[in-house]
């Protein structure tokens, strides 16, 4: 009895660590919805009126885009990701939120 209930609390824990693994992505996660939103708002605006934005825009949103692509994979994905690089996502979202903020005063859109 006793080697069953040392199998068992070794089971117990094993499945705890599993559960504890790595940082929490769910920040990273609200940061990239809510980037990723308003840079759509902007794309679709930009590809419905190109002629009224500049090419240097367009290689802004396609850079913008891809990162965007890759970084949805990750978070999305089962590999882990560091404490570090989840603080840079969320960095680079608020850039993208700043960028988004520019191009919406400079071009009028609402």
Same mark, same amino acid.
């Given at each position: 009895?006793?080697?069953?209930?040392?199998?068992?609390?070794?089971?117990?824990?094993?499945?705890?660590?599993? =559960?504890?693994?790595?940082?929490?992505?769910?920040?990273?996660?609200? =940061?990239?919805?809510?980037?990723?939103?308003?840079?759509?708002?902007?794309?679709?605006?930009?590809?419905?009126?190109?002629? !009224?934005?500049?090419?240097? =825009?367009?290689?802004?949103?396609?850079?913008?885009?891809?990162?965007?692509?890759?970084?949805?994979?990750?978070?999305?994905?089962?590999?882990?990701?560091?404490?570090?690089?989840?603080?840079?996502?969320? !960095?680079?979202?608020?850039?993208?939120?700043?960028?988004? !903020?520019?191009?919406?005063?400079?071009?009028?859109?609402?």
């Amino acid at each position: 009895m006793k080697k069953i209930i040392s199998m068992l609390l070794v089971m117990v824990m094993s499945v705890s660590l599993v =559960a504890c693994g790595g940082p929490d992505k769910q920040p990273a996660i609200d =940061a990239f919805n809510e980037a990723s939103t308003a840079f759509n708002e902007v794309a679709v605006v930009m590809n419905e009126n190109p002629d !009224a934005f500049p090419d240097e =825009a367009f290689d802004v949103m396609t850079q913008m885009s891809d990162i965007l692509s890759q970084h949805k994979a990750l978070l999305e994905g089962d590999q882990e990701i560091s404490e570090e690089k989840l603080n840079e996502m969320i !960095a680079w979202y608020n850039e993208v939120d700043e960028w988004v !903020a520019e191009v919406k005063a400079e071009y009028g859109i609402e």
